[in-house]
């Protein structure tokens, strides 16, 4: 069974910046997309970024020149540096990934718990 744990979520001023990770573990045999979507109140979860198994990466016009996103293959780990921060950023971060848990099963549609990211004014 595949796990994907959040951390780095808090609370920060505006204009500040904030590093997510996701840690993937359990049965893992490859990684093909990873990313980070999010979800405020009242509103539905949208995509943050996206990262390819080549490095590709998407973005949503609202984060773009703000969020980068990377991967570490090795430690099976997606993260998120977030600059600029402004109010309209705070939501519920949830991380995102297609794993392949053996080499006779095909990949699998995985979702993180989430972590909470406030940015005050």
């Known amino acids: 069974q595949v796990q994907l744990v959040e951390s780095g979520g808090g609370l920060v001023q505006a204009g500040g910046s904030l590093r997510l990770s996701c840690a993937a573990s359990?049965?893992?045999?490859?990684?093909?997309?990873m990313g980070w979507y999010r979800q405020a109140p009242g509103q539905q979860r949208e995509l943050v970024a996206t990262?390819?198994?080549?490095?590709?990466?998407n973005y949503a016009d609202s984060v773009k020149g703000r969020f980068t996103i990377s991967r570490d293959n090795a430690k099976n780990t997606v993260y998120l540096q977030m600059n600029s921060l402004k109010p309209e950023d705070t939501a519920v971060y949830y991380c995102?990934?297609?794993?392949?848990?053996?080499?006779?099963?095909?990949?699998?549609?995985?979702w993180g718990q989430g972590t909470q990211v406030t940015v005050s004014s």
């Open positions: 359990g049965s893992i045999f490859s990684i093909n997309y």
């Open positions: 990262i390819t198994s080549g490095d590709s990466t």
């Open positions: 995102r990934a297609g794993i392949r848990p053996s080499s006779y099963r095909g990949y699998e549609d995985s």
